[in-house]
Each structure stands twice: as structure tokens, then as C-alpha cells.
């Protein structure tokens, strides 16, 4: 596609379920990145991909959070056990390398 | 995880005024850096970057000054329109890194 597509746009979901947040990059980007943003309040890192290279998951904030990433296509980032205070907007960026970074949509995730 | 931007300032700028917007970064290896524009409900946009060996470089309106003396790192829009409202945030990225570490938003309010 021509941007970073997120899905879903919106998810609600019940405090303790599983949720899983899709990121398709820009193709031919070897960088995919994962942030979230709570609501107004700045971009958190969590995790990057680049390549084949060992990820950095130095952002991710608790074991229940993690996220895959297959060759250089489609990411997903797993919450286990949502908890309140992971309600926030999930944002996906890809890149190439050592270049700016495209940002996608988000997905606003709430938990209740 | 890494986190900044607790705290959003606010500019505000008479519709047609230039505008400034100041960003302290944090890491002075830090080799590439990127202003970034988010209207509301959206993802960040990319607007200008500059790596280290610049000081200055200029877009479509907009100007990006670098001082690496003091790690400053401003955004210059001349005529600032309506359509410039929206929460602007720098990015730094270490040298040797793929990962972008976002600096405390600023809302730029453009008064009609």
C-alpha cells in the first residue's frame, strides 16, 4: 500500500482479555517501529524491528506486552491481560534505513 | 519504557505571524533528527528533518535550525495558517540506532 496501514482503527476490549494490533509497513521498508501514545501526552517507545537483526524491545513496559514481526511484512503487537492503564492509541511507524520514519494511523485501544 | 512529553506546552500565534517551536534534545551522539506535525486523531506527519552535519535546512515554509553546542533544536514556520494547528514533536535518533526517541510535544494554536 501507499502508507503504514493499522488495524484495527478501534478496539475495546474487557479488562484481563488477550488483544492483538496489526501493523502492514510500507513495502520495502526494513524498519518497523511500535509506540503508544496515552492520551495527550508525548510517543512512547516500545519495540523496533530492523531487518533481520535481534529486535529492541528495551520499551516494552511488562512481560505481558510483545510483538512479532514476519521478514520484513506485517507486525503484531500481543497485550496479555489488558490492564485500564493500557487504554491508548498504538501507533506503527516503518522506515528505511536510517531514514525518516511514516507513521500509520494508530489503533486507540480501551480497555473497560 | 522510554517516555517523554508528560506535559504539552501551547503556542500561540496570530494567523499569518511566523512561528517558533524549541525542542531540547537529549543524547548529544544523536546524529538525525525529525519534526514530526499530529492533528487530532491522527499519526504523526513527517514535516523536516536535518542530520547532525546541518545546521539549517529549509522546506516548503518551514526551517529547521540545529545547535548541537547547547543540544537545541527549533522549528520555524513563516506565515503560519489555520491548517498549522496541531501538537508538533521533534525526534532524535542515536547514532549506530534505528530507534527515534520523541521529545515533549508542543500545540501551536494559530488565532484567526
Known amino acids: 500500500g501507499a502508507g503504514v496501514s493499522q488495524s484495527p482503527s478501534n478496539k475495546v476490549t474487557e479488562k484481563g482479555k488477550d488483544v492483538e494490533l496489526r501493523c502492514d509497513p510500507i513495502?520495502?521498508?526494513?524498519?518497523l517501529y511500535w509506540y503508544r501514545q496515552r492520551l495527550g501526552q508525548g510517543l512512547e517507545f516500545l519495540i523496533y524491528?530492523?531487518?533481520?537483526?535481534?529486535?529492541?524491545k528495551s520499551g516494552l513496559p511488562s512481560d505481558r506486552f510483545s510483538a512479532e514481526r514476519t521478514g520484513e511484512s506485517v507486525s503484531t503487537l500481543t497485550i496479555q491481560r489488558t490492564q485500564q492503564e493500557d487504554s491508548a492509541v498504538y501507533l506503527c511507524?516503518?522506515?528505511?534505513?536510517?531514514?525518516?520514519?511514516?507513521f500509520g494511523q494508530g489503533t486507540r485501544l480501551t480497555v473497560v | 519504557g522510554e517516555s517523554v512529553g508528560l506535559h504539552l506546552p501551547t503556542l500561540s500565534v496570530q494567523e499569518g505571524d511566523n512561528s517558533i517551536i524549541n525542542c531540547a534534545y537529549s543524547n548529544s551522539a544523536s546524529d538525525y533528527f525529525i519534526w514530526y506535525k499530529q492533528e487530532s486523531g491522527k499519526g504523526p506527519q513527517f514535516i523536516i528533518d536535518i542530520r547532525s552535519n546541518m545546521d539549517k535546512r529549509q522546506g516548503q515554509r518551514v526551517t529547521v535550525l540545529l545547535n548541537k553546542t547547547v543540544k537545541h533544536l527549533s522549528l520555524q514556520i513563516a506565515a503560519t495558517q489555520p491548517g498549522d494547528s496541531a501538537v508538533y514533536f521533534c525526534a532524535e535518533k542515536g547514532s549506530g540506532t534505528y530507534k527515534y526517541i520523541f521529545g515533549t510535544g508542543t500545540r501551536l494554536k494559530v488565532l484567526a
Open positions: 513495502s520495502g521498508h526494513t524498519a
Open positions: 511507524a516503518s522506515s528505511l534505513v536510517f531514514r525518516e520514519a511514516f
Open positions: 524491528f530492523q531487518g533481520n537483526s535481534a529486535p529492541d
